[in-house]
């Protein structure tokens, strides 16, 4: 949840209810959509939809028209052409293995959008793509597309359009029946039959090279193990032998070559935009799924791709973590923001030249569109009787494949669990001095202000008025008020007070009701308390509240193995928060070894735009970014950023997803400085200023060798889908995501790219799903990089050590295993803002390692046998893609 938003909450009720103010902006851009629908000669908006569909079924040229978009390409690389190019044949009947060169051509339209080159050497770009450049169909489609994404939200039906007909079983025996008569068709097809001859060929062909035949045994996992002709595997060191579980036979059975080779493609080139804002941004991107993608591509993987955050060591003991000598020199950049941007000149001249410092600057436009790509490869038109689109129809079968891939791993997993869990406990048993209570855990999303549980907060409270009775900690109108006459003036006494009275608890009364959850933040119901125990920035300085989360760190470290990333609050009212937060962080002494800081910035502009505060979107960025820049250029001149900095991994974005926007996102949405209107952004509106931000600042930090910061919102807690379109480009991991279960193809491709999640079942139960219908094991199971965390210890949870009870209560009530939980356990510290060197220590030297190779059982706790289960799993995903764009060369090359 968000606490740093609940004061806000309150002005927002004296603003009369804003919540329900929903629907009567039409921001600049909805109104020039409108003039579209109507120049169209279509009279409403559905009129319009229906006459795109149409337009697109028309033309009939829509098939394919997605992959073969072009993206710009960064001066210097070569063009790309819009027929894949004819490579010469493959001589030899060998299957190029996985990231080793071979004769294939590109994955359409790709290239360019990948190439960014890691070292510092060589000036960081964003391929940039206008929409000029994309075909028609395109543009037609993502205006469609982001069209039925509001209209997705207006209708309420959140999610009807971007669901498996599941709950429809007409719909779903209609679709299957028409799978059917397709296959029929398909099948007398000469060259489909053709094709999918290919396709065997190159399956088989992996199948055969899984013997390792090289030291890089990632090599040999392309597909489920040993064809029965096989002598057996000569495993290398360190990989288990267990009983796998392989499927053999007609890989394509249940689906055409067609469909399967189409979302094969889609998904290939939405990992490959996931791939390119991550690095982009100094996020994580795991290591197989690039191997396969550089494989599909016909390029090979090395080490020097991989592109990590820099993260600050923990100081070590009796080093001063406040230390502010050997501060960077000034270097005397200038800032401006442009387009919601902060970019950087070398000089004034510079600036006065408009010629920025080379570093990647992102633009709405190109993130619109490669959004729009994904967006498509989810949104399906609403089920009506008539006949589907092709493009639906496209939607319909990505859908399909990756539900039926997705049921696969779970299903696989199932018999995994069944065949080996005795094997894994065995392995288990073995490690000497390594359980569950001493591995390491990363509590990876939490609130500062509700980082303590209820009871500690009371007791502090009671403590305080015993001790400090007559201190001053409040002024209101000019008057000074000591902590009793607080008291006094609530009609309480203090030593009454109980954990009931409190009513920091969230319980029956707050399902589904975000407004009733945001007032538990304040104790007793009053606000005086929030404002003394629970602010920065406050009459005593934010004392208390620093108190308190000393207390919380002492008893992590106390406790040795576990660690939080507490969230603190940077709203965007006014330039000298920072300098305030950093303060109040080094005054106080908060550091702890067993913390890392977290900066969440509420999306409520609306809030301060009503009140004047800000006159349009662009200042409240610019209140956010601007200090972090000045104190990266400048330093010397802001010590006490720069030092607070060191501690902070990363950056939340937060606030109710449930809340609706008016405003369409897309390329045509106005730029932050033109937002003046007193409506909030849409959520997506949001992650690509705050990615765009954050982008710029990492690379400029990076150049001088300070730490950066990872992009980790809040998503898919609520609200549409489309935020999880959003978060899959712009985040290096998110909060929550329970929407993913609504959305196969999104899920499945989270799998892919193992998309790291924090969820939080105890506060979902008190929120918005209850715990029974949490997807957390079903995601666990399939494979999915999740953690579990707490959110706000103070609203949900009961003990003194909140991480193990939201633990406890997970392996109670799915079962889990030993190995579950470790495996949770080593999500969560991969996961976290740790620093590499931490990470080496507790989870082994080798982590960036994907499969057994990575995992020091010895800290971890987790069965090889369960580290070689999931990276086999997942290489044979992979290669399913991979192996379909390189069947459909081997056609090109036939003909
Ligand atoms: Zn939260």
New binding site residues.
Partial sequence: ??PGINCTMQMADSLCGFMGAGGLLMSTSGAENEKRFLSAGARTKSEYLVQLAEEETVNGASQGSFQSVIFSTPPGAETEEDEPKRSPPVETAVHPLPWEGSATPELHGTKAGRRIPGGSDMPRQFPKISLSEVDEQVRLLAEKVYASALKEEDTKEALAMFTVPEDCPIGLHQAKEHELLREMAEQQSEESAKRKKSFKLIRSQSMSLQIPVSADWALSVVSPLLSPVSTGPCLPEGFPEYQRVTISGDYCAGITVEDYEQASKSLLKALLIREKYSKLAYHRFPRTTAKFLRSAENEKWTVEDEILPEICPCPREGEDPYNMEDIPENLNYELQMKDGIIYVYDTPEALKQNEPRSLPYPDLETFAIDLSHVLAMIADGPHVSTPPNHHMRLTLRWKTYCHRRLNFVGSKFYLHEMLNEMAELKELKGVPHRDFYNVRKVDT???AAACMNQKHLLKFIQTTCKTEADRVVLEKDGQKITLKEVFTKLNMDPYDLTVDSLDVHAGRQTFHRFDKFNSKYNPVGASELREIYLKTDNYINGEYFARIIKEVAYGLEESKYQHAEP?LSIYGRSPDEWENLSQWFILHKVHSPNMQWIIQVPRIYDIFRSRKIVPNFAKMLENVFLPLFEATVNPQKHKEVHVFLKYVTGF?S?DDESKHSDHMFSYKSPKPEAWTAESNPPYSYYLFHMYANIMVLNNLRKERGLNTFQFRP?CG?AGSITHLVSAFLTSDNI??GLNLKKSPVLQYLYYLAQVPIAM?PL?NNSLFLEYSKSPLKEFLHKGLCVSLST??PMQFHYTKEALMEEYAIAAQLWKLSTCDVCEIARNSVLQSGLSHQEKMHFLGANYLKDGPEGNDIRRTNVAQIRMAYRYETLCNELSFLVDAVKSGTMDTQAQ
């Fill in positions: 949840m968000n999303h939490i609130h969230r939340d937060v809040h807690e909060s929550h939080s506060s959110d706000d």
